[in-house]
């Protein structure tokens, strides 16, 4: 067996059964993508921009909920909220609460707008062409930002279970993505996405139940969770070691700075671009409320397990590897990398090798140094880190089956799951892009008069110029990558949610108002994340700013750079609100607009929603 | 980038819906506080005090920010969906 494991010649390359199986997974979900993306094919902008707006509540939440869970939720949520415990609490918290706000405070309403993106009802509220095009910048911007992360995304996961070259793994991601969002568009890419959710949730939740079942005896995660005793225990090993109980709050991130990240990180889930624009697809405002629900329930069937997985991981890794036994060092020939076999007792009382360990070594994830040289694992608090081992924080879902000991098809899921995640946000925010670039700014000040297929060459023509960028920022990925998140959720939060949030309950509220805040708002937030983390982003030697407040009594660690977009929302509700009181009110046309959004019914009135004929429809 | 210039206003303009917005902003305001509470007061504000009681085995103020606070916000969306629904009837704006 282990003879044929190690050398089934395939492709030239040596597969073992995990790699087997991934490739076979890997191929039958993306003939299946690539298939819809084909079937569906657009033939008209209508299609190509919001799927002909006939999109069921139902596939519209399973389709946001693959947009919306990108490489970020499926990969790395969960090993971030097990290395913050109890602290991790406003990932969760964040991102599935702003789906509250964009039920009830946007979606509905943008809806009976109708038309195609974001920056068309902001330039229409606003009766503004320099807010459309602050708005469709914001946009790229925000997109192109979360998209090279999950190109990045699809590389490593290619890289480390089908063992080709990252940039191979990229140009593959490419080449699917591009099919099925040029060819289909909007229409394609929601039923991918519908299809892609099946495929990410069953990934993320096969292990999840497994180590569930083992750990706790209950094959339902969130029951387990709060029915085992693993919070005890992994409390006590924590303590034991030297760290802060798992279950304590506030031991990362002082109080204020985890309030602050979570209103920024709900208001920028609600203000993303390609999110809100999934709600323009469905069939009426009804439609647009149910699918908001749907949404958030298939995202919280993750959402809810990512904290399980996350705890019990953490309780497994400690439990295995603290005062494990290290072996001699090793040289892989084909990584060309030295590394050091773990050593546990197993059931019969034999010491055998722990392969997880030795298999992430070899991807230079997961770096053992036997510091004080007594052939013994120390898991010992130092400075906040583990003493002998350092373990990267992305690899934890990954290596969740391994360490768990299940199947090479269960891994093979896995990855196939990451995959799906990153490729549906991916085509999601490359749409965004696309619309944004052709739609927003092309068409509209450069060919007004374009006809329908001209319109749909220069959008396909776009998106292929979109996936190219994208591609680039994958392969060869700028520092900052990661650190942009902050930064997207953070300009999401303080330019969009406001300003489509006053523009709808607010009548009172102008253009210079709005004009005035955002540009407050996306100032401070931009200008404070890139001062404090500028030896990330712009390569200076040392930040060239201090986290404001440092050492006060309310917020002692320093307004955090996450937290920025809290502060900048709140500028720019303050200065819309004042500048707009001072200048004059807007014209009765756009005020006639606001009366009609508020309204669910006409939401299928075919052009011109804001017009007076609207109107008539509201008052028959 | 000029603006589009204000058009003029049509003969007919809308009559708005005053009592149906209303009460809309009413069922928004009762959800959104019960989210804010949820979220902001018992996962943040007073998750320490929260911490000496359980659920199961788990202090109750880690339970409500790793999962509570995510089945409220389920059924918060849910109820609003089905209270709009009869708002839309009752005031004759469905379509």
New interface residues.
Partial sequence: MQFLEYSLPLLGLAFTSTQAWTFLFVIITFMIYLYIGWASRAQESGEFYVAGQGVPAIANGAATAADWMSAASFISMAGL?SALG?DG?FY??GW??G???L???LA?YLRKFGQYTVPDFVAKRY????AR?VAAICAVFISITYVAGQMRGVGIVFARFLEVETWQGVVIGMFIVGVFAVLGGMKGITWTQVVQFFVLIAAFLIPTVALSYMLTDNPIP?VG?????I??KVNKIQEDLGFAAY?Q??TNYD?TN??LI??AL?TGTAGLPHVIVRFYTVA???AA??S??WA??FI?LL??SA?VLAMFARYSILETLNGAHIGEMVHDKDTDVDYYPIYQVNDAGKEEVVQWVSNWQKTGLITIDDKNKDGILSLKNVDGNFAEVKIDKDILVLATPEIAKLSPWVIAIVATGGLAAALSTAAGLLLVISSSMAHDLYVHFVEPQATEPRRLLIARIMIIGAIFVAGYFGIYPPGFIGQVVAFAFGLAAASFFPIIFLGIFDKRMN?EGAISGMVVGVLFTAVYIIGCRSDKILGTAAPLMTPWLTGSKWIPDGLQPEAAGAVGLILNFTVALVVSRLTSPP????Q?LV??V???????APEAHFD?TD??A??P | MSSTPPRNPSPARPVPKVAYWRQNLIVIGILLSIWAFVSFGCSILWIEWLNQYKIGNLPLGFWFAQQGSMYVFLVLILVYALVMDYLDRKHDVKE
């Fill in positions: 909220i109890s609490s969760l918290l599935t609460g789906y509250v706000l039920a009830m405070l509905p009766y503004s062409e320099t095009i969130q969770f709060a029915t085992g005793d919070a005890e279950t709050p506030f109080k985890v309030f979570t209103l709900m009426n405002v009804r409320r149910y908001a629900f958030l329930l919280a959402y809810t904290p253009r014209p009765d046309d756009v006639d009366e009609s508020r309204i669910p019914r006409g939401s299928h007076e109107a008539e509201d008052n």
